[in-house]
């Protein structure tokens, strides 16, 4: 049961509103692989009591609707209500229970968060699969936070394996710096207005007009609520950042670039006359000063730096064809190009403006039906977050790997990619029996190959 609380209520953001709605709801799913079985049931209560609850009031709230606005409410959280502890047949081998770890994933992607409760639930996974001895598997609402405030939540719960006392170190975020010329301010000035109309334009046309059909995305409705298959591939994070260096990109650039390219491969593969097929991405991007993870006591802070929150947008990016570029290495550089001249835009900016009007002057559930349509009528969704460099801990079971999912996107191909201990995951959500999983593995790792050799070829090159 749950009790109320008389405390006030915080209002939901603009974005949480438009996730957590009748026409799209959203979710993140974090999947943590152990080392060694999973043997923490006799401490699940206690850490989420002491260490999970006190991360964010977020957490021990539900969501009600006052006067046609969304606000959290604090209630009394019964721990056993978030707590799940499937039952797989015993004795099968690890590949036969991937299929079973595959099969909950895509259930748990489709399922309604239940009434009253706080919008979060843990699912302990103690059957061991190839990539894990047991796996545990966070599921939280987006409107509770963006991939960065979980992100930061769920490494606040965590420890370092090698030594605990000690705090988890990220990636260096250093971006290239570009030479600046007499007439930059101007030329940046004049090139943002361009690019702005442009780019805000071609976002709300792309509202009206949907992507082809490819062997990536298929024509039915309500893919959200259709069976989903899910499959995981792992990058060395140096190779990525020696050809990061070659190019004079950034990291997000190459696997992004790798991924356009790797798609297009599979997409001619499979039909050849899909090659110059019009294919969009959304991909997200963080809003915040970029940084490294905050603790969350300073991001909870008002007019933190790094708050927490929903706070991205996403870049309409359209995928190059096959026949657009010279060779492999140019899906690299078209990406460093395209991005850079979305960031060199207010687009996003407008966009969240006129969302804020039509929620106004119409309601949340009529921004919600834009960023459904603008996200159906794409053909893939692309997010990324920046983990530790050291392995993580959760009550001294080490974490050999995770990735993340962001179930209710209403598309058939959804990529999430992670850094963790010197290695990259891409993780990809697929509608079921549209996307052949190891036949794009496939391709993937083909692209990277054929993008190794082309930057091999040539000498480094700066911005």
Request: glycine share 4%.
């Amino acid at each position: 049961m749950v009790f109320e609380n008389l405390e006030g209520l915080e209002p939901v953001s603009p974005n949480g509103q438009y996730f957590s709605s009748d026409v799209i709801t959203l979710s993140v799913l974090a999947v943590l692989e152990f080392e060694i079985p999973i043997d923490i049931e006799s401490q699940t209560m206690s850490l989420l009591k002491n260490v999970f609850l006190p991360i964010s009031p977020r957490f021990s709230s539900i969501m009600v609707e006052n006067d046609g606005k969304k606000e959290w409410k604090r209630v009394e959280v019964k721990l056993e209500d978030h707590v799940n502890i499937p039952t797989f047949p015993s004795n099968l081998s690890p590949e036969s229970y991937d299929e079973y770890l595959e099969e909950y994933l895509s259930k748990l992607s489709t399922e309604r968060y239940p009434q009253g409760k706080p919008l979060w639930g843990v699912h302990i996974i103690k059957y061991p699969t190839s990539n894990a001895a047991g796996n545990i598997i966070f599921k939280f609402h987006h409107a509770l936070g963006d991939g960065y405030s979980l992100m930061g939540a769920l490494i606040s719960t965590l420890q370092r394996a090698d030594n605990p006392s000690l705090p988890l170190t990220f990636p260096s975020r250093q971006r290239s710096k570009s030479k600046k010329r007499d007439n930059f301010f101007v030329t940046k000035i004049f090139s943002s207005a361009c690019n702005t109309i442009s780019d805000f334009w071609w976002g709300i046309s792309k509202t009206l007009k949907e992507d082809d059909p490819t062997p990536i995305k298929s024509s039915n409705d309500a893919i959200e609520f259709r069976p989903s298959t899910i499959a995981t591939m792992t990058f060395s994070l140096d190779q990525l950042k020696s050809i990061k260096n070659k190019l004079g990109v950034t990291l997000n650039d190459v696997l992004t670039g790798m991924i356009f390219f790797g798609t297009r491969l599979y997409m001619q593969e499979i039909d050849r006359s899909s090659s110059t097929a019009d294919c969009t991405a959304m991909v997200l991007l963080n809003t915040r000063i970029m940084g490294d993870y905050m603790p969350i006591e300073e991001m909870i802070k008002p007019n933190s730096k790094m708050p927490w929150g929903n706070r991205f947008t996403f870049l309409h990016v359209p995928i190059p064809n096959l026949t657009e570029l010279s060779n492999a290495e140019d899906f690299i550089r078209n990406t460093h190009k395209m991005i850079n001249r979305k960031k060199n835009s207010l687009a996003a900016y407008f966009t969240s403006r006129l969302l804020e009007i039509v929620n106004k002057f119409g309601s949340h559930e009529a921004s919600s039906r834009y960023i459904h349509r603008t996200l159906k009528n794409s053909s893939m969704v692309i997010s990324n977050m920046i983990g530790p460099v050291e392995q993580m801990s959760l009550a001294n079971h080490p974490i050999k790997g995770f990735y993340f999912l962001v179930p209710g996107l209403p598309q058939g191909f959804d990529i999430t990619i992670v850094s963790y201990m010197g290695k990259v995951r891409l993780a990809f959500k697929m509608e079921k029996g549209i996307i052949d999983p190891q036949k794009l593995k496939s391709c993937m790792e083909n692209a990277l190959d054929m993008i190794v050799k082309d930057s091999n070829k040539n000498p480094k090159r700066n911005n």
